[in-house]
Each structure stands twice: as structure tokens, then as C-alpha cells.
């Protein structure tokens, strides 16, 4: 495809801006980034075009080249198009720059085997040292003005790769003292240095610091770059401004101690970028004093002092940018810079700028925040907490009292500076009219009174609860500050009660202390206004939240009164709601005939049904299994019927659910045999106790009679399993699988159902004894049976394999119940019931070396194949 | 409404925050998102008449304009955002840690970074040589290219745009070497300073015996020093009149070089006595080539130059206004402009007015609830003038009447909140005066680079006239009087 025109252009970038994600899904997605890359070098596009296409893949390079190889293809197209532009001035080469180093960091090509940043960092080292190029960039005048640009470039690309220029640290500072614009090559400079210090690379630490400060310039071309220490590292990108209370613990900043000599030079490095400070931009001169702060926090020997004298010129300027790296040195080096006195210019400093009428309001509250957070030489408070500080009087705070007539963001914001000044004022001054608590009620009526206008806009009232949010979370041990916001409240209730919404958001969010008592009093200035009038629906709906079980009374009498006047479905669902909050603390009396009322009375069918499910469920229910049917608020009640949602709150509750196995049961070791035949089982809880706990069993093909569940009435974790007989009542003598069901109750009252895994009856789990016989009439009672078997059951012979142990053993071990007559080591007679009605007789001869054979007889021909299984299994067991 | 569209990304930047927040890191959504959070936690969209817990949450206390936004369930933090003449300013600062527990604002460089520059882009586009929406649209335009100049790669490098602007023009111009980044450029041509003094009265009338009146100057000195030579060094020294008001909060331009400790700590919270620091000021620097403000000072006055009263009663529909305001015998009574503005505030627009004024004439803005008197070049010899009338307002429309949230309310609260009405009315009463402060101006002596040399000139600077004295570009006698706080608005508009 050809290059596209200007307009075609526009278009697509317009389309691709609108919604890139949408664009680079579409059809032309595809192709954007390889279009860009060739119209760049395609000479139909006017140069205006070009720069808009530039700007774009700086813009979302990350976006149209996203992974590596992408983005190493992208740049070196970029720095090609760089070389063949032609040599009359251009605005495109400083783009290109720009643009290769933006694609190669955030594609994430950058490193020693990219072939484009090969190319771009010897290009961009060159352009920064003012050597000339050739003519392919331009006129020197030009190359001279993309100094600038490569060392933004050098900058970006040490930002992200810290510690990759440490071996230009030299040649950097030459070029500070010869011709070059000063701004680029010091904040590059201060750049370099601040990484070579705090993250000390490989190839810095064999060199030096020393070395690498005043290397030779005719070394550059050995080692002007060094990827050792940073391949492949993005997890040790090092902040150049790190947060500053955390930045000691987080960082862990390594204390370097140089050399004398090193920090001889360290200090003139730092004084040279110092001294020419003046000559940068505001914002700039910013950033170099954070980098250079932070740079020598870590190193012994190096006394801060250095920046004192930027700091006496810096202090006079309300400059955001100059003030806030005041604050940063401060917070570094603390008292090693400022002394007291210091500290108490700069907050009056502080204090005077976040009030001077000539500045906009954004910087006054960012100020207000740096008074808040104010790094203190000596903190009383824990670190990083928001606290007044100390040396901030009375007399400065004056100037920062809120006032009615500020915007709600100042307001908020010095209310909360009142609030710490407060908390650390004793409230005995109260009788003071000028102390601040004073002030602050005073200020809370105003607002108060504001906010109770009617019709006044929701952000008034939204203020004055912001307001009282933060006086209840900043003052919480102050008795006397919370009665007035109490009572301040309850007013405000009353002469607008459609705040109510605000009310119950309030109370959600503030701590125990303010939430009981004003709970309490909103209660009673509802209830005290019974009757007909137009806030019903403020009042129900504030009476859901706070209604408990105190003045319960008064509570029942208001709703009562209520119900009268609920004639719309809107009404009476607010109503109910309140009956189901009180439902929920369990207010007992009173609350069933009002309910039934309501069940009666209710225009709405859809109220009465919901009224009568209450009540039901208050009259079946115990209140804890009550309180948890009834737990969650239900959701918003759909148009048609109130009680479908209704349902979709406790239904979970009152139903049985299915849940994952909550006990492990298994078949326990056969014990004494009884005249019946029964199951031994183990029972144990898994997580968390089981109550009222019902096994129930099945039998996989009817071969037995149904079983009868089990009942166990409590299990709890950790306690010895406990042991349960199952009955057995086999319709025929066969193994089986029995289902379990388990069906319990939750610590929290819900019923729960879970399948656990099938267990199995074995055919050994089905032999019984015969009944103990006299002594003496052994044989011939075996005998009986033994001829008794034939003609209608079968007699055989088979091999029981014997394992190492020997055949005495295999007895005791699984046949010992079952012996009639033992002669050891012999003969043994075996007699086994099989319930319901056959019998198993074996007899045991002589054991041979591997085995011993075995006759037996039995009167049900079809347990043959399941004995032989039994028998020869015996060995393995 | 106007929205700031161009939205500048740097996906190296971003590249940076992925791996400093780690978990809690949070991608800057497409512009159609941010846009939408961003309005809504500005309260600039959706209805406001209802409780929303989102943003009407007590617990959302938000004490300075930077935002935390929902965008995609994920909170976006921070958010440099304010509004300023029908413009959203945002920006997204980068943040070196992880975001989780969140740091202090304090604590984060890209903060006050973040800030500057939207104040940046603020100054230059309502700039005072702006003149009309044109302007401003070719303002918008360049606004793009000369944040890449600005900003390249993220990096704030100059908060003053009109530089940037300049420095793209200069590109084929030699710098040489110690030239101040913030200079673009040189003068060439007769060596002249101007300087202008503006002072704005605020103040407060209550007209009652138990509250005080107060009122305050906020003063500005600013220069526009044409000087040749990379760093001339400049001294401007200011002079209080024989029992004038001292000096007090006095902030400086960085460019100003070193301040007395006296004048970094006068302070208007300090009790006023004797002792108070009263001169001379001096602001020893070296100016850059475009106009700036060389300080802002705060001043007590011991008389407002206009006393008023301003009366406002609700009849029903009706609303009965009545103003006097009086000059003070002690101010010049010559004006450029006077004028007085009486805003309606959360109403409808003024659908019929009927009035009476002793002086002047007045102008009714009915779509913008306002009236304009205009009183003209003087008052009248008894010094006093008067305006009574009745209004009438229609319906609330959407957005085009002003809102305040503190004029608020109807004939209810008047009756019950006499307190508040107090303040609503006499907010109003701003009263701002350009007049001339009396000030004696001292060029100490305008020097080439060198450091050596202006150790010389200072020593024979109080032998010596200033040697540019008579090419001082002395300001305009200019004054405004203005009553109300939406000149700034009207004169756009107009």
C-alpha cells in the first residue's frame, strides 16, 4: 500500500486516539505501527504530518510495538529514518530521538543485545558531549540544540536502567563546565550521581568512585556505558524520590563511606551543580535538589551543609515545586540541616503560603497537606501520622481556621488541622470562648444550619457530614466535643429529616463511641414525631437503622401510628423493613400483633403477604435462627412483589444447603460380634462443629434392608473420633456399597446437606459367630452342620495361599471368632454365620510349605465366588 | 462547558510505575474512561439531587485536589485534577512505591510537579494577551507540541509555556553557556524597566456592631525588565510613605536572589506593634525576559476606600434589593472604570427587573442572574450613591446561572437564618480597588555577567543616579473599582 495522504491520516489518528484498544482490535490495528514507521520516510507527507505521527508513537508506543523484537524492529526503523533525513534543520530529529527511546524502554528492548540500542546510545552520548555528528544531523547550530534532547533521552533511559551511564559519570562533568546548555547536563548529571550512589553498580564499585569522577575524558570511548550491573534488573529500579517516612525501612539505604578523597570530589561534583542551580527552571532546580538529597542521605561524611545556602534563597519563593524540595531535604537530613529555629521559619513559611490570598487555592490545600504531614526534627507521634505540628501555635494556626465562607476542600482541609490542634489542646480550656473546641462547635453549628436549609444543594450537606465524619474519626476521646456534634445532629434531623440517607451512611462509618449514643438519640426524634406527615418515608427509613430493642415501647406505638397513613406500596415496604430490623434484634412483645395487623390491614396484597411471612416466620422461628434467616438485607424489592426479593435473602437460610463433606466418616476395625450384625464406623468433624448431625445411608442394588439413619448430636475438630455401630440387615450375604447423606447444622444455624464418599461392605463384614457352645460338643455340633450343607449346598476345596506368616497366624489375625475346633497346628474347624440364613464351614488342614488347603462347605452356593476371593485375599491382607 | 482534551501519555513513565507499584499499580485508562470518572468525581455529571454513596459518602473527605478514581473497579491514585475557568486540569504523577498502604501526597516529588505544570498550562493558555476564544483555540492547538517541549519523556523541565513557545522560534539562535534555562533568548535594544503596583482591597462589611469589618490589601509588584546581557542583576527596593502600613507576607519570584530574614518572617498573624519591620524591601535579581511578579504582599489599610450597605429582601416572588455605597474622602475620587456587580446566585435568570439608581447606569445580564452598575469615571460630590430595585426570577436552568454554595437559599432562610444572611450579602462586598501605592524605585545598577563587577557597581550605587532612570516605564495611573467578584468573567465575555 502506498502512503496515505494527509487527511487519510488525520482520520485514522483521530480513530486510533478515540479508543486505541477498539482500534488496534479492528482491522486496521494491524497494520497502524508498520504504516507509521514507512510514511516516515515517504516524501509526499508534509513534515506537520510526520510530527503528528511522531507524536503518536510516543504517546502509545507501548500500545503499537508492545513486545521486544517489535519494538528493536520499530527503532531501528526510527533511527534509519534518522540518518536519511536530509541535512536542512527539521523538527523530526529531535522527535526521533524521542521516539527510539520511548519505543525501546517500553517494549522492553533495551540491553546489550539490542542492536537499535547499540546504535542509539553511542548517537545520544555523542549529541550530549556537543561532538559533532556529521551532516546528517543537521547544521551545528541544530546539533546544538539536540544536546538538550539527548540528554533527556540519556536521562530517561538512566531512569529506568539505573546505574547504566555511571561510567559517563566524568564526561558528564566536564561537559558542565564547558559550553552546552547547563539545564539538560545537570539535571542528567545530578541523575547519574544520585543512581551511582544509591544503587553502586558492578563495574562503579571495581572503578570507584573517585575513578569514575574524574576519569580522563579520553577514556569515554572504552567504557561509556555499563549493562552489567543493570541487565535484566527492573525489579531494583531505584525511586529517585522515594516517599520520605517509609523511604529508611522500605529501601534500606546502603550507608556508603567514601574515601577522603572521594568525598572530596563527591563535594565538588555536588557544589558545581549547586552553584549553577540558580540558572535552571524552578520545576528543575526541584528535581536536582530531591535527587541531590536523597543521593547524599546515605553517605557518612558528607555534611548536608552544602544546601543551606539554596535554602535561604528558596525559603522566600511560594513556588511549588521549590518549596516541596525544601520539604524534601528536610525530611532527609532532618536536624543535620535545620536547626529549630529553621524548622520554625520554615512552617511560619509553610503557614503563610497556605493562606496568601495572591495563590490559587489548589497550592493553598497543597500546603495545608505539607503542614499535616510536616517531617518534624523531633516527631512526638509516630512516624508518618498526621499530626499538627509541635512548633505550629496557637498563633500561626489562627491564620488557618476554617471558616464558612471557604470552598468545602479548604474547609475540609483546615477543619482537619483544627481537629489535630484540638486533640492536642485539653479540653479544661473549654470555658476559654477563643479555644479552638469552641470554635470548632461554633463553626459545626454554622454548618449545621447550612446544611438543614431546605432545598439547599446535596453538596452543603454532603460537607457538613464530611465534616462531622472527620471531627468523630480526629476527636474520638472527646466527651464534650461529641455531645455537641450529637446534639448538633439530632437538630439537623429534625428540621430536615430528607437527610436521612446522609444519617445512615454516618452512622455506617464512624467508630463505636459516636455511633451507640447518636444511634439512640435519632431513635428517640423519630418516635417522638408519630402521625401523619410528609417525611414518613425519612423517618422509616432512618427508624430501619437505628431501631433496637431500647425504647421499644415508643418504637411499636410509632409504627403502629405509621401503618395508617402507609398507603402506598413504597410506604409499606419502608414499614416492613423496620419490622424486619427489629425482628432482627429480637424485640419479642408487641412486635406479633403489630405484624398481624399489618397482615390484615396492608392495601397492598403484596404488604400483607410480606407481613404474614413475618410474622410466621417470627412465630416458628428462635430468635437466633431468626436473626440469621433474616441477616443480610435483602435486595432491592423488584416491582412486582417485594417477597420474591424477600426470598432471595433468606431462602439461602431457612433451605437446606448443599455443601462440601463438613466430617470424614470410615469403616473402624470389626470388634466383638454380637447376635446382630452391625457396621463399626468413625466420625469425625473436619473444620468447623457439626450439630444435630443425621447419617443417612443407602444401599446400592437393595441386597440389604433399608438402614435407619444415625443421629449423632454434636461433633467437634480435633476431639477422638467417635465410634457408631451401623445395623446391617442383608437380604443376601453379598458386599455392598452404602451411599451416605449427611445433613447437619452450622455453628451459625444454617441446615446443610452433603454427600460423602460411598463406603464399602466387605463380605468379611458380614460373618457372625455361632452361638457359644457347651465344651465337648464342638466337633460333633461342626460335624452336624457340616453334613447338614449337602445336598442343597455345595462342597469344595481350594488353596489359601499363605504368606510369610504362617497358617496359626492368618487364624488369629481374621478367623479367630469363627473357630469351632482348633488343633493347632493341624486342624481347625471354622464355623461362619452368614445372616440371613447360610452358613460358610471350612476346614483347615495341615499347612504345606506355601499354603494350606482348604475343604469347605456351605448351603448357599453363591457365596463360592466371593469365599474364594475372601481366602486367597487373607495372604495379601 | 469546556473540557482540556489533550491528554499527553508517556508509556516509559508508565513502564516505570508497573514496576514501582508492583501489585497495586493501576493502568491510566483511554481517554473516554478517565474522562467520565473524572467528571463524576468532580461532581460535574449525574444528578446531584440525590444521595449517591460513591461520592456523598461522609467518609470520602477529600481535603486537596488530588483524587483517587474508580475506573474499571480499580481506584486510580493520584489524580491532580481542578477547574479553572471552565477547564479541567489533570494530570497523573508517577508514584516510585508501592501504592498499597498508600503514601503521604506530601511525600510523592511528582505531586507538587504534577500541580506546576497545570498551573503552567493555566497561565498560558489565560494568559493577559489573550483576547478572545480564538486565541484560545490556537492556544489548545499549540498546547500538544509544547508540552513535548516542556515535558519530554515525562520530565517536567519548565512550567512556563510561552518559553517552550519561544524556544522552538529561537532554535537557530547560539546559546551561550551559563545562559539560565529560564531565559530564552536575549534582549536587544533600549534598557528599560517597568514596573506596576496593584493593589486589591478585600473586604468585609458587616454594618452591625457585634462583627467586626475587616478588610485587607493584597498587593503585587510586577516588572518587565528590558535589559541587555544574560544576567543583569537588578535591585528594586520598595519604600513605605511616612506613616504607611508595613509590608507583611511577602512572597517572592525565584528569580529574586536573596531576601533579609526580616522580610521572610513579617506576617500578618504576628500582633501588630512598633517593632514591626517597615523597609526598606529589597529584591535583589535577575530578571527574566518576560514579564513576571516580582512579589505579592499582604498590607493592613486603616480605611476600606468605599464603605457600603446592601440590603436584600424576598417578597414572595419578589425580590427587593436595595445598595449604597459611599467613597472614602481619603481616596482620589478619578477612575478609569467603576463599576459595581451584584450577582444572583442559585436562581433562575432575572426575568423582570425594575429599578432606581441616584448614579450611573445599570446593565442587566439575565441569563447570568447579574447586574452590572456602572458608576463611571467619578463619584458624585456628595461622595454617596444609591441603587434600589425589584426582581423577579424564572425557573433554574441547567448551568448557565452562577452557583455558590454559600448565596443559597429563598424567602424561608431569610427569615430564619439572619446570621447567614449577613454573610451571603455581604460576600458580596468584596470590595477591590487598583489604586497606586506610593513607591519610591531604586535601580541599584544593571550589569554584564560578571560576579566581579557587581561587587563594584554595588559600592558606588548610592553615590550615583540610577543610570536608567529616565526610561523608566513608570505604570499607568490605572484604577478599577469594582465591586462583586465576576469582572474577570464579563470582560471575556464581552
Known sequence: MGPLSREAWTQRLGAFRASPSAFLAGAEGEDLGHDLLSDLRSEKLSEQTKVSLLTLSLEYSDKLWPDAPAAEAAATSLLDTLILLPSKPSALRRLLLLAATTVLVSGGALGPTSGASCRLLPLLLGLASGRDMGRSFGSAS??????????????????????????????????????????????????????????????????????????????????????????????????????????????????????????????????????????????????????????????????????????????????????????????AFGEALFTAQDEALLLRRLTLVAQHPALPSPTHLFYLQCLLRFPENCPLGPEGEEAAPLLLGPQLCQGLMPSLLHDPMVLLARLHLLCLVCADTEEEEKDQVQSPQGYLQELMAGLQQRAALDGGPQALATLCFQASYLIARCLPGQPIVRTSLIHGLAQLYRARPSLAPHFVDLLDQVSPELREPLRAVLQQEVVARPGKNESLCWHLQMLAKVAEEDARGATLSFLQAAAVHCTDWGLQQALLRVCRALLRTGVGDGLADLLQVLARQLEDADGRDHARLYYILFSHLSSPKLGVALGPSPAAPALASSLVAENQGFASTLMVQETPAPIRLHVGPQKAKGPLLSLPLQVEAVEEPVYCLELRFRVEGQLYDPLEAVHIPCLCPGRPASLLYLPLRPRRPAPARLHVQALYTTPAGLTCHAHLPPLSVNFADLFLPFPQLPKGSEVCFFDDLWNSCLPKGVESRMWCPLGPQGLETLVSQHLEPFVVVAQPPTTYLIAIRLPPDSMLLLRLQAAQVDGVPVALRTDNWAVLPLVGDYLRGLAAC | MLYLLTLLRYPTVEKRAKIFNGVSYVPVPEDGPFLKALLFHLRLSGDDKDFVERRDSCSHT???????????????????????????????????????????????????????????????????????????????????????????????????????????????????????????????????????ITEKVKCMQYGKQDAADT?????????????????????????????????????????????????????????????????????????????????????????PPILGSYHMKEEEVQLKITVNLKLHESVKNNFEICEAHIPFYNRGPITHLEYKVSFGQLEVYREKSLLVWIIGQKFPKSMEISLSGTLTFGAKGHNKQPFDHICIGNTAHVKHLVQCLAHRYLLNMHVRTYVRRYVYLMITKYLNVNVQQITKTLKFDSHEDPPYNKDLGVPIEKRKLILGNELDHINKRK
Open chain 1, 142 to 331: 541544530e546539533q546544538r540544540h539536540l544536546q538538550a534532547t539527548a540528554c533527556e533521552c540519556l536521562g530517561e533511559l538512566e531512569r529506568c536502567k539505573p546505574g547504566l551511564l555511571a561510567c559517563s559519570l566524568a564526561t558528564l562533568r566536564s561537559l558542565l563546565g564547558q559550553t552546552g546548555p547547563i539545564q539538560p547536563v545537570s539535571l542528567l548529571l545530578a541523575l547519574v550521581l544520585h543512581n551511582t550512589l544509591v544503587v553502586p553498580s558492578r563495574a562503579a564499585a571495581g572503578a570507584g568512585l573517585q575513578g569514575l569522577l574524574v576519569a580522563r575524558v579520553s577514556s569515554v570511548g572504552n567504557c561509556s556505558w555499563d549493562w552489567t550491573g543493570v541487565e535484566g534488573q527492573d525489579a531494583h529500579l531505584q525511586p529517585q524520590a522515594p516517599s520520605w517516612p517509609t523511604a529508611e525501612e522500605k529501601h534500606g539505604f546502603p550507608l556508603l563511606e567514601p574515601s577522603p578523597e572521594e568525598a572530596r570530589e563527591l563535594k565538588a561534583a555536588v557544589a558545581q551543580l549547586l552553584d549553577t542551580s540558580y540558572l535552571l527552571t524552578p520545576v528543575a532546580q526541584a528535581q536536582l535538589l530531591w535527587l541531590l538529597g536523597w543521593a547524599l542521605r546515605g553517605l557518612r561524611g558528607q555534611p548536608p551543609v552544602l544546601f543551606k545556602p539554596q535554602l535561604v534563597r528558596l525559603l522566600g519563593t511560594a513556588q511549588l515545586t521549590l518549596l516541596h524540595s525544601v520539604l524534601a531535604l528536610k525530611a
Open chain 2, 215 to 303: 478588610w485587607q490589601v493584597v498587593g503585587t509588584v510586577a516588572c518587565k525588565c528590558d535589559l541587555e546581557g544574560i544576567m543583569p542583576s537588578v535591585t528594586i527596593s520598595l519604600n513605605l510613605p511616612t506613616n504607611g502600613s508595613p509590608l507583611q507576607d511577602i512572597i517572592v519570584h525565584p528569580c529574586v536572589t536573596s531576601l533579609d530574614s526580616a522580610i521572610l518572617t513579617a506576617s500578618s498573624l504576628d500582633t501588630m506593634d512598633d517593632s514591626a519591620f517597615s523597609g526598606p524591601y529589597k529584591f535583589p535579581f535577575s530578571p527574566p525576559l518576560e514579564s513576571f511578579s516580582l512579589c505579592h504582599y499582604t498590607s493592613p489599610v486603616p480605611v
Open chain 2, 62 to 196: 477529600s481535603k486537596s485536589p488530588i483524587y483517587g478514581l474508580s475506573v474499571g473497579g480499580e481506584e486510580l491514585w493520584p489524580v491532580i485534577a481542578f477547574l479553572r475557568n471552565d477547564m479541567i486540569y489533570a494530570s497523573v504523577p508517577l508514584v516510585e512505591q508501592a501504592l498499597s498502604p498508600r503514601p503521604s501526597v506530601v511525600s510523592v516529588s511528582g505531586v507538587s510537579q504534577g500541580l506546576e505544570l497545570l498551573f503552567g498550562i493555566q497561565d498560558f493558555l489565560y494568559s493577559s494577551s489573550q483576547k478572545s476564544d480564538t486565541d484560545l483555540n490556537t492556544k489548545l492547538s499549540q498546547l500538544p507540541d509544547l508540552l513535548l517541549q516542556a515535558c519530554p519523556l515525562g520530565t517536567l523541565l519548565d512550567t512556563n509555556l510561552q518559553n517552550s513557545l519561544s524556544s522552538t522560534n529561537f532554535s537557530s539562535v547560539t546559546q551561550p553557556h551559563k545562559q539560565p534555562a529560564w531565559k530564552v533568548g536575549a534582549y536587544k535594544g533600549k534598557p528599560q524597566i517597568s514596573i506596576s
